[in-house]
């Protein structure tokens, strides 16, 4: 009879294939448990990973639009916090050069007007907000300071009206100026810088968009600044030595100021409805991504239990081969794993 025998060299060759095979697989099974993932996703999915492709690339989308919405909200929120400080020094302001019984005295007149110039200052202020470090009422050009300074608003006024010698003609000329068409020298063209015509649309959601209209050039905006720079004219000595006509005009700022704060909530109104436009699509899109999120995770993820019970049989392979080296080198435990 005839015996087949294998030489050390070759069996410590075969012996190293194998450790070397069940080493692999070991690391590529713990890499499963750690990651829940498959190792093999071209073997798992036989090479076709389109789907898996589709589904990615709708993750990648949805969470866009998940950054453009969270984006959006925060500066919608920044907005209406603006125009909330804004009514919170305007408001009453408003109401007592309109109303007030005793502002026909020269020192009431001086102490409201002086009052109207420098919130005149706060409030330019303010509508030059910004937020993470972008102008909010510049339109599409958030890197500039959409209004100039007060003084250089309250300069290009003082010369308009210089001269004049009634709150009507004052009053009128003033509004005049904030009303005027771009193109017409008033405060579309001398004082704000930002951008004109359709506003900045920003997709929140699938098929959903809101679009951030609310600039310098606003309706709202203009009217607030109207009535307090109207008002901040008499602290510049506008119609001086006629305590009537002074007081006529304070009066008139006033109303427009009151006028302004109901644009105001109406802008505020427009910006709740885009904030509730964000919100839905945030909604919206959290469930779709959670729902793709789950469409990946069952073709990509590793099953659990099918790893640990393919992670014991290596572990025994390996403690078998071991065993066969051990008795044939008597190595050390220690020194095989090294």
């Known amino acids: 009879m005839t ?15 194998a450790s070397n095979r069940i080493k692999t697989t070991l690391a590529t099974l713990t890499q499963e448990v750690a990651s829940g993932q ?32 969270s984006d959006a909200g925060a500066r919608l929120q920044a907005v209406q916090d603006m125009f909330e400080g804004v009514r919170l020094i305007t408001t009453q302001l408003g109401l007592g050069m309109a109303s007030d019984p005793f502002s026909t005295t020269p020192m009431v007149v001086q102490t409201r007007s002086a009052e109207a110039a420098q919130v005149f200052e706060s409030v330019i202020q ?21 209004i100039a300074e007060p003084g ?17 003609d004052i009053a009128t000329a003033v509004a005049a100026w904030f009303d005027a068409p771009a193109g017409g020298g008033g405060y579309l063209d001398t004082a704000y810088f930002g951008t004109l015509g359709s506003a900045q649309r920003i997709a929140v ?53 009151v ?25 919206t899109g959290t469930s779709t991504l959670n729902s793709l ?18 992670l014991t049989e290596v ?17 050390k435990l220690v020194d095989y794993l090294r």
């Open 205 to 257: 959601g699938e098929g959903s968009v809101v679009e951030m209209g609310t600039t310098g050039a606003s309706p709202a905006v203009r009217d607030i600044l109207k009535g307090l720079a109207t008002a901040a004219l008499v602290d510049r000595g506008a119609l001086a030595g006629n305590l009537a006509e002074r007081h006529q005009l304070l009066s008139a700022a006033g109303r427009q100021m």
């Open 293 to 310: 999120n789950r469409a990946r995770s069952d073709i990509r993820g590793a099953d659990p239990f099918e790893t640990a019970a393919a």
């Open 3 to 17: 015996l087949n025998s294998i030489g050390d060299q070759a069996r410590s060759f075969a012996l190293s294939l």
């Open 126 to 146: 303010k509508l030059n907000g910004t937020h993470a470090n972008r102008h909010l009422l510049a339109g599409e050009a958030p890197d500039i300071r959409p």
């Open 38 to 69: 498959v190792a093999d996703l071209g073997a798992r999915l036989d090479g076709n990973t389109r789907a898996l492709h589709d589904i990615e690339t709708r993750i990648e989308i949805a969470t866009q639009l998940r950054r453009n919405g």
């Open 259 to 283: 006028s302004a704060d109901s644009q105001i909530l109406t802008e505020m109104g427009r910006v709740g409805l885009a904030q509730q436009t964000v919100e839905q699509a945030s909604v």
């Open 152 to 168: 250089q608003i309250l300069d290009s006024l003082q010369a308009l009206t210089a001269g004049m010698t009634t709150a009507d």
């Open 315 to 331: 572990q025994n392979q390996l403690e078998s081969l071991y065993a066969v080296t051990a008795r044939l080198s008597k190595l």
